[in-house]
């Protein structure tokens, strides 16, 4: 996941849809009345003079009112040059407003406007809007789409400023579907069109240079252009993309340990009072969330929890659901160092509510990154063919013409055969996506069954009721610790080792105080796991264990014992369950007539289900084996449970 610092400089700006006559006028009426002047022109000018300052306070709803008249105004007058500028000053507040459909019936007005009038200039500014606007709608396909159709179109048109200002809309879609090569290279072709006294496109930039560079891990190359940033920064201190040099540099410190020294370069360097007049961009909410990241970091957690709070609020007010779920997620680390728990399960739940939303968005990520690589790829093929073909001009005709037919014919096979596997294999993608979602909800409600918390609740009430504090205290402890480490691993096909080890000895620990301590735990763990802790399916192996406990012990006279044992073997861990309690059949027995048969039915359900998807997906080692023990007697003497959990070797 890319993080929420380095979305700052992605386009923000795209098109609103051309209101009707009607609507217009109630907006109007909404309005103070101000002088009609005798020029019309001067007429569109103030009113788009008064947008732009309703748009620097944040009142998107009024800013665009006026622009949408002087967008009338300027259509009745066939005035290009306003009909634009207005048209594009309406997208910037319906954008805000999350009215992506007017936007784009309003690029599509003034698109049919600029091809009738043949204003090619016109229709790549429209082309680069229209990529604007499918970017922050997350349709990052489409976006790359109609940048490369704008491309196409600047061939034509000799203006530095609208190429330059293709490359940055390109560049940053690139950036955001993490294809950090092509992303850094737009961007250093964008600079030959800039002149060196144009101080603020430098800027911006060498600003988004920055975050580039440090995903690309290249510290030498973030300093150098870090440095030539807060050159500029000198010259015009009082800049977004000042702040938001400072604010990646910090988290660049962050992330390497050394918030200390990124919090004095923040002092050193920043007012935050003066950062509140950008309370209405997307450089505040990221600058805020760095000074809790810092303050977290450094445990001053009151201070995190505070900007925290700042970030979360204009992150919502913004709609941008990664930031929201980050600063979630934050909070609820915050406030579990503080023992809140309560709090900080809340938090949780919300960042996991929005997580759906998150990742469909990470997937159409991925997806169009891939995409963005074959239209690179095809690019390339097409530069090669017309070299070959230059080559081969003197040939004969007859040859020339047989051999473009054959590469003709060639070309369209692979690629016919390529797009064919693409959709299969999307298709199937999807599909295992969908099976993946749906079972670890299924997981997860399974394990925090209505029944499992009464009965523990329960428990926590007997030791308040004895006056047990002290057991109290610790079952409490152990319960919401499970929870959180539940729904934590819960969004997630893997986890690594440790955690889920955590997991099922808190799980282990909950039924022994529950049971009365009426049988104990043995732990065999292999010290090449202990040492290498590789990452393995979660949550497989706790139904077993909850088996083993409700069905093997709960019925025997005897003090039962639950050895629980991991073992390396080539790229799979075994995991072996044994219990000494009353068998497969008498539990089978028994089972029926109690009221967690049917659950416990359900939850090994769902387990074997999550290990056919793994091997569906490539774990093919994937699987578990129950044998039934029995001493010399031929009498039950317990059960064994051999499961193979695989190691992801891309998480490692």
Do not use: W
């Amino acid at each position: 996941m890319t993080t929420f610092r380095t979305r700052i400089f992605t386009l923000c700006a795209v098109i609103l849809m051309f209101v009707s006559n009607n609507n217009a006028q109630d907006i109007e009426h909404k309005q103070e009345n101000f002088p009609i002047l005798h020029s019309t022109k001067d007429t569109i000018d103030l009113l788009i003079k008064r947008g732009d300052s309703l748009s620097k306070l944040g009142e998107n709803g009024l800013s665009r009112s006026n622009y949408i008249k002087a967008f009338q105004l300027a259509r009745r007058r066939s005035d290009k040059k306003r009909l634009l500028k207005s048209g594009i000053k309406i997208v910037y507040a319906s954008v805000e407003l999350n009215q992506y459909s007017d936007a784009e019936e309003t690029l599509s007005f003034i698109e049919s406007y600029c091809n009738k009038v043949k204003d090619t200039l016109c229709l790549v500014e429209i082309k680069k809007r229209y990529g604007g606007l499918y970017h922050k709608m997350g349709d990052y396909k489409e976006s790359l789409n109609v940048l490369n159709q704008g491309f196409s179109l600047a061939k034509n048109v000799n203006d530095d400023i609208l190429n330059h200002n293709l490359l940055l809309a390109r560049a940053g879609l690139l950036y955001d579907i993490e294809n950090y090569k092509e992303s850094k290279k737009d961007y250093i072709t964008s600079l030959k069109y800039l002149k060196s006294t144009d101080s603020k496109r430098l800027l911006n930039v060498y600003t988004s240079l920055v975050s580039v560079y440090s995903d690309l891990n290249d510290l030498d190359s973030t300093h150098y252009y870090f440095k030539k940033a807060t050159k500029l920064c000198d010259k015009i201190p009082e800049n977004v993309n000042c702040y938001m040099t400072y604010n990646n540099l910090a988290y660049i410190y962050y992330e390497n340990g050394e918030s200390k020294k990124a919090l004095d370069l923040i002092s050193n360097n920043v007012n935050l009072k003066d950062l509140e007049k950008y309370k209405n961009s997307t450089m505040y909410p990221a600058f805020m969330h760095t000074l809790g990241a810092l303050y977290h970091d450094t445990k001053d957690y009151d201070k995190a929890i505070a900007y925290f709070d700042i970030a979360l609020e204009y992150s919502i007010k913004r709609n941008y659901i990664p930031s929201i779920v980050l600063v979630n997620e934050d909070l609820s680390k915050a406030y579990e160092a503080l023992g809140d728990y309560k709090n900080s399960i809340v938090f949780l739940k919300k960042a996991k509510s929005l997580k759906e939303d998150y990742d469909n968005r990470e997937i159409k990520k991925q997806i169009a990154k891939i995409e963005s690589k074959h239209l690179l790829i095809e690019n390339q093929k097409k530069l090669s063919n017309l070299r070959e073909v230059n080559l081969k001009q003197g040939e004969e005709i007859s040859k020339v013409k047989l051999f473009s037919y054959l590469l003709a014919f060639f070309l369209i096979l692979i690629l016919s055969t390529l797009l064919y596997h693409e959709h299969k294999n999307r298709l199937r993608f999807h599909q295992i996506n969908e099976e993946l979602s749906l079972n670890r909800f299924k997981s997860l409600r399974s394990m925090m069954n209505p029944h499992f918390l009464f009965n523990s609740f329960s428990t926590l009430q007997n030791y308040i009721l004895k006056k047990e504090s002290l057991k109290a205290i610790e079952y409490m402890t152990e319960l919401s610790g499970l929870i959180r480490k539940v729904l934590s691993s819960s969004d997630s096909i893997y986890t690594c080792f440790s955690k889920e080890l955590e997991l099922l000895k808190s799980y282990i620990n909950i039924e022994k105080g529950r049971f009365e301590e009426s049988f104990e735990a043995v732990y065999n763990i292999d010290e090449r796991i202990l040492d290498t802790n590789p990452t393995i399916p979660s949550m497989i192996v706790q139904p077993y264990i909850e088996n083993a406990i409700i069905h093997g012990f709960s019925h025997a006279n005897k003090k039962g014992l639950l050895e629980l044992s991991f073992k390396k073997e080539n790229d799979a861990i075994i995991c072996t369950i044994e219990d000494n309690g009353i068998g497969r059949e008498e539990a089978e027995r028994l089972k029926k007539k109690g009221s967690n048969a049917p659950h416990l039915s359900i939850a090994t359900r769902n387990t074997n289900e999550r290990l056919r998807i793994l091997n569906k997906i490539g774990s093919h080692n994937a699987g578990v084996r129950i044998n039934d023990l029995f001493f010399e007697s031929g009498t039950p003497k317990g059960t064994e449970v051999v499961i193979t959990l695989p190691i992801n070797q891309k998480r490692k």
